[in-house]
Nanobody, 117 residues
């Protein structure tokens, strides 16, 4: 599966962004699509995920209440709506696919989100 993330950018604190991730290739193997982020000098961390068939969602506690993850199966695309953004949300955001292995083994190129104070 190939992933193309988009939608990042520069936004002021309190603002919103909507990230998109389009999947192509062997999309029938997708079980879960997730978002992760990595800030400078920090480890990559989980942000949100959605079951591709079930639609069941999960969110990182640190961002819960400010995120909505959704999907459009017909377009093989997952979205991440982020509201009330904070400077500490600044990071590169990556989308990833969990397939038959049960691990996230396909990753997009990342999209930069910068939140100014």
């Amino acid at each position: 599966v190939q992933l193309q993330a988009s939608g990042g950018g520069l936004v002021q604190a309190g603002g919103s962004l909507r990230l998109s991730c389009a999947a192509s290739g062997r999309t029938s193997s997708i079980n879960v699509m997730g978002w992760f982020r990595q800030a400078p000098g920090k480890e990559r961390e989980f942000v949100a995920a959605i079951g591709w068939r079930s639609g069941i969602v999960s969110y990182a506690d640190s961002m819960k209440g400010r995120l909505t993850i959704s999907r459009n199966n017909a377009k093989n695309t997952v979205y991440l709506q982020m509201n009330s953004l904070k400077p500490e949300d600044t990071a590169v955001y990556y989308c990833a696919v969990q397939g038959v292995t049960g691990r996230y083994d396909s990753w997009g190129q990342g999209t930069q989100v910068t939140v100014s104070s």
